[in-house]
């Protein structure tokens, strides 16, 4: 490769020495030197246009390397971002269902326990209705006893007389001293004692 400066300067010197040699040499001599100036800066040209067409691929790759890693990063973090709202909405699916099932077992159980409250009161009522007729039987039989208890107490009074003038008859048999007169006040006894309490 050829240094511009220095190829610019050899022509200079070249016209400066030779101003007195033939101009048609000067001029062949000058051509050439353009000529391969002009091959130089052509091949310079040409090299730099290729280093400028290199690094625009090697800025495309880049740039397309650059986009497509950004479109799988963004469709990597959507993919990621649906993941865990995908984990987010099933699991509050599986806690409503949880949830709903939980109220779904408490009404049944609250239902079972209500029905089985309808039955425990009305057994409850009825042994209630048993026991008032049972007390309210128990309140005739012990008005019956009470009244059989009175009539019983009533029936003793003129039992035990009778039973004294009977043995008062005995114990006057027993010692020989039964007369007529005391039959008859004992029978009269009786009689009254029957119609008092009767």
């Not at 990621?80 to 806690?95: A, D, P, Q, R, Y």
Request: overall charge neutral; glycine content about 2%; cysteine-free.
């Amino acid at each position: 490769m050829y240094d511009l400066d220095t190829k610019m300067n050899s022509m200079l010197n070249l016209l400066q020495n030779n101003t007195l040699k033939n101009e048609t040499w000067i001029m062949d001599e000058i051509m050439l030197e353009t000529n391969s100036l002009n091959i130089y800066l052509s091949s310079l040209i040409t090299t730099h246009l290729k280093q400028s067409i290199t690094e625009k691929q090697i800025n495309d790759k880049l740039f397309q390397t650059s986009t497509f890693m950004l479109i799988f990063l963004i469709g990597l973090i959507f993919f990621f971002v649906s993941m865990v709202l995908f984990i987010i909405i099933k699991h509050f699916e599986n806690l409503n269902h949880y949830l709903e099932e939980n109220i779904s077992l408490k009404t049944k159980e609250l239902r079972a326990l209500n029905d089985s409250l309808e039955l425990r009161i009305k057994k409850e009522v009825e042994n209630s209705r048993k026991k008032d007729n049972i007390m309210f039987q128990q309140a005739r039989l012990a008005s019956l006893g009470e009244m059989l208890q009175n009539i019983a107490h009533q029936w003793r009074q003129p039992l035990g007389s009778l039973m004294m003038i009977i043995q008062s008859f005995e114990s006057k048999f027993m010692a020989k001293k039964l007369t007529e007169e005391f039959v008859t006040t004992r029978v009269a006894d009786a009689q009254n004692a029957l119609t008092k309490y009767v």
